[in-house]
């Protein structure tokens, strides 16, 4: 069975993204990458896509899922930006699927 990340995106369809943190074991690694906030929700800024890219291989690579849900959900961005040819691989998504229950997929 897979276990739960340390964090996931919550929200990356503008010039921030903005992660939740599940336990503290990742925010020493958020907070190099330029993430700042009170915990548990982070937010850090970004440029373009292509540093929006940069920074969701950064998460992908610390086991940061990325939400799933409607229109510009994190996962969707991230599948965006690889057809754009700005990231490669895949990304583990995490979709609510009740109350405090969550699935989690590679996509």
Not at 34 to 63: E, Q, T, Y
Not at 65 to 90: D, K, Q
Request: proline share 7%; aromatic share 8%; net charge neutral.
């Amino acid at each position: 069975m897979q276990t739960f990340p340390c964090a996931y995106v919550q929200q990356a369809d503008g010039n921030t993204v903005q992660v939740v943190l599940v336990d503290t074991t990742a925010q020493p690694a958020l907070r190099a990458l330029g993430f700042a906030g009170v915990p548990p929700v982070l937010h850090a800024p970004i440029a373009n896509d292509a540093a929006k890219a940069r920074m969701f291989a950064a998460l992908r690579d610390l086991g940061v899922a990325f939400s799933a849900g409607r229109e510009w959900c994190p996962a969707e961005v991230f599948g965006w930006l690889r057809e754009c040819g700005l990231l490669e691989g895949p990304c583990l998504r995490i979709a609510r699927t009740g109350r405090q229950q969550f699935q989690l997929t590679q996509a």
